[in-house]
DNA sequence: GTTCCGCATGAATCGATAG
DNA sequence: ACTATCGATTCATGCGGAA
């Protein structure tokens, strides 16, 4: 079986990606700098302006996914002047006339959100997971991230009701009765499009990333083992490591030196592992 | 005390608001029928046509909304050809260039969502519940909608860490760091812009399209006792059920006859209980 | 009286079929 | 080709009758 890659690449995704060739990612996921913070780096982004610095990289990002690829972009508007800005929106609408089909909105529900009071809100306690794609017909294996079924099933899958078989079978004689076995073993569900993971608060080197749940969500629903993940705005490496850890290669892209150290030191002790048995993994070149 | 009032008007808020006032209503909340929905009324909206049937009622709601008021909009987009409509995302930005502020958006989420298994998407489990405002210094009750403190959130509390408290009290020096000394001796706590309601689906009584919870709460963070609570599309009568029972006057817009009957019937019960027990409905030691 | 358990229902969405 | 209708899919909730 192939080397499994991990490649940590310093950078702006704008220009990094130019290296790399049209439809090679599965999937692209990601959570970019938000509009004014991390000052420091592609020039402090304003609210104002955030629209036209994302929308050339964002057309990177649709050359190197493949059409049947994913990119998911964890977001979130701040609050300016009392509002909600509505660089998010515009965000979406600018994207959709560029090629990109805007084809759901999740919502990570924020278990522990930060404390904190304000006159005029509550915490912040949810987060954008927009989903785009290429094309309709997009890789989603849904079986991946089925959940435990609630409490009230154990009770209502004792006995199937003659209702339940009537509905199930309705009157079109077409189809087989597999519904109702498939009801009779089921002790799990499909999810919703909320999900609910607590942040990792007590991540002392980079705060504001996501837990490595919602990545692992992702990688696990749109791709299977050896696809390709791109974190285009990679962090500290928790993307990568998602994949790594669940057999995904993976290019991830950071702009801060510091914080490509960390995320390589993450992703080389897993495959330190790997070395042991193997030779060298990473290596800018040997990627495509 | 004055005498609590519960108005159940037939027709099409466009035009019944006209003969309202400005600046009369301290609360609008309400559920507009969704695109493509309710077909027999208001012309079936296309999803494509919604903003422009929407933004003449927004103006008349704008006008009937006190400076010190706000405005709840619970609704969601639907999805048109495998992507998300984007009708609700451009309302926001017309409602914004008409003199409306998006302060807010809160996410309803639906616990028993409707079931169903797609190709391409799992199933809807939240809607938005945007708010609006005409100016920054509105009205808002945060201490009326305080909750228990889960267990989850003493033990948050506990592991804040040397350096969250720091931070806390060097950025918003007015209060912040109070506040969260303040927290640990509570058992009650703020929400935040998640909420979470199952819909009421049994068909014992009729159903709503939310459940009363949702108005309810609104009522209660935006209003105090016998201000006045406006529901633009009232369909059944929620909201304005939710207002008399906490003693908010309201009025109830709702354009289909059979609709407004229920409303009215709905409401006319709880004022005849109120009626008999005699003396001013609002009596302050009365229901509540 | 409690608790348990059966069960209809819902702002849904897609794909196939019909006009 | 484009639109309208219809069947299939599926999960959590609260009511009401039963134990």
Redesign the interface.
């Known amino acids: 079986m192939e080397q499994l890659k991990t490649e940590i690449l310093t950078g702006d995704c704008l220009e990094v990606l130019k290296n790399h060739p049209d439809n090679s990612f599965h999937l692209i996921v990601t959570s970019p700098p938000y509009a004014d913070s991390r000052n420091n780096t592609y020039g402090g982004i304003k609210p104002d302006n955030y629209v036209k610095w994302f929308m050339p990289r964002a057309k990177e990002f649709l050359r190197v996914l493949r059409d049947d690829g994913t990119f998911i972009l964890n977001i979130k508007e701040k609050?300016v002047?009392?509002?909600?800005h509505?660089y998010v929106?515009?965000l979406?609408?600018e994207m959709?006339l560029h090629g990109w089909?805007?084809?759901?909105?999740f919502?990570w529900?924020k278990?522990?959100?930060y404390?904190?009071?304000w006159?005029?809100?509550?915490?912040?306690?949810?987060e954008r997971c927009l989903q785009f794609n290429k094309s309709?017909n997009?890789n989603?294996y849904?079986q991946e991230v089925m959940e435990p079924v609630g409490e009230w099933a154990k009770s209502r899958l004792k006995n199937l009701s003659a209702t339940d078989k009537i509905r199930n079978n309705s009157n079109v004689g077409s189809g087989f009765g597999k519904n109702v076995s498939n009801w009779l073993n089921r002790d799990k569900a499909?999810?919703?499009?909320?999900l609910h993971f607590a942040t990792e608060?007590?991540n002392?080197t980079h705060s504001a990333v996501f837990p490595k749940a919602l990545p692992r969500w992702f990688i696990k629903l749109f791709t299977k083992e050896h696809d390709w993940v791109l974190d285009p705005f990679a962090g500290s490496g928790t993307t990568c490591e998602a994949a790594q850890e669940m057999n995904r290669n993976s290019v991830g892209i950071e702009i801060l030196a510091e914080y490509c150290d960390l995320a390589k030191e993450k992703t080389s002790k897993s495959q330190n592992r790997l070395l042991n048995n193997h030779s060298s993994v990473s290596g800018i070149g040997g990627l495509f």
Do not use: S
């Open positions: 609050a002047n009392g509002e909600r509505t929106l515009q979406i609408l959709r089909l805007w084809t759901e909105e919502v529900h278990k522990n959100c404390p904190g009071k006159p005029n809100r509550f915490r912040d306690a949810w309709k997009f989603m849904q499909y999810p919703t499009n909320v608060c007590n002392k």
